[in-house]
């Protein structure tokens, strides 16, 4: 089946977000364009690092509750899962729902869903999937075809934290409109913990999250035509008190001006570009916010420690 496609230019809307961040008085770059082909490589190999518990602590949680998820959702389902993954723990879910009926992931590389989609069929050759190439942090209608019955969503791998809270309330909204009031949603939320775990896991002793944060920069000099010396920038990252969020970032080591694509960006040293915001939460944190979104927390499945929570949601 050909992917639904609402996708717009994607190296239009790259320079629109470069030039627009580095122009705010805080600079800033959103965290959806760290992963490029060198990116996704690189965040592949963080998911494995000792430091970074997330996608081991969640997968571990899909695979201990993988039946009682399925059960949440119901049998015959439509899956539609946001910011589509071929990963493990999309195949831990799929494998343990009973008779589903569809399976619609939605992202917005319409090249990595062209992949994504081979692994499953190859995985799954009895489930029909219909992707669709779409930024899920912006309005999108899911097509008439779709069955509105059994339609459930999943959003692993804690991503929910990388939104500011009027974007997940507007997110939150969307999946509820898109399920209907009978449908469900699976959500995976990072916990509050120590703050040394936290900044050890996105600052580990390798190097490989700060390649991966410098990355950004050299996908601005290819496709962008811009002239950052990445010796010239440090990864670091923050814990922001104040969002409950540990934020990365790329500081300047000296005072330098960067051209892209013909427009002088002024660094001061010490200045830094924000490249990423990952909240964490408490469990009455998520359930007042996805209250305001018109949904509940029905069921909730988490690790021995409490590190990491995925959240079964129904309609209020």
């Not at 999937?129 to 692993?156: C, H, M, N, Q, Y």
């Not at 330098?256 to 013909?262: A, K, L, M, Y």
């Not at 660094?267 to 924000?274: C, D, K, L, P, R």
Request: negative net charge; aromatic residues 10%.
């Amino acid at each position: 089946m050909l992917a639904t496609d609402y996708r717009v230019s994607q190296p239009q809307l790259f320079r629109q977000d470069v030039i627009a961040g580095l122009s705010m008085r805080r600079k800033t770059l959103s965290c959806r364009w760290l992963y490029d082909e060198r990116g996704s490589e690189l965040f592949e190999q963080i998911t494995q690092l000792e430091e970074y518990y997330p996608t081991r602590v969640e997968t571990g949680i899909l695979r201990s509750n993988a039946a009682e998820m399925a059960a949440f959702i119901g049998k015959g389902a439509t899956l539609i899962e946001y910011g589509a993954g071929a990963g493990i723990k999309t195949e831990i879910l799929i494998a343990a729902l009973e008779a589903p009926r569809l399976y619609v992931p939605v992202d917005i590389s319409g090249d990595f869903l062209d992949q994504a989609v081979i692994s499953l069929r190859h995985r799954f050759p009895k489930i029909r999937i219909w992707p669709i190439v779409a930024d899920f942090t912006e309005d999108f209608e899911i097509p008439a075809g779709i069955p509105l019955k059994g339609r459930s969503a999943f959003f692993p791998g804690s991503t929910i934290g990388n939104l500011d809270f009027a974007e997940t309330i507007s997110f939150l909204r969307r999946v509820h409109r898109h399920v209907g009031r009978r449908g469900t949603a699976l959500i995976g939320a990072d916990l509050t913990k120590d703050i040394k775990i936290l900044l050890a896991a996105y600052d580990d002793r390798q190097g490989v999250t700060a390649a991966f944060n410098l990355n950004l920069l050299a996908r601005i000099n290819r496709e962008l035509g811009g002239d950052f010396r990445l010796e010239r920038f440090a990864h670091e990252a923050r814990w922001n008190s104040v969002n409950s969020a540990i934020e990365m970032h790329l500081v300047s080591r000296e005072a330098q001006t960067v051209v892209i694509d013909g427009q002088s960006f002024d660094f001061a040293a010490g200045e830094s570009i924000q490249t990423e915001t990952s909240r964490k939460y408490s469990v009455q944190t998520v359930s007042a916010i996805v209250e305001s979104a018109g949904w509940y927390i029905e069921e909730m499945w988490t690790d021995p420690r409490q590190t990491f929570g995925v959240f079964g949601l129904a309609s209020l």
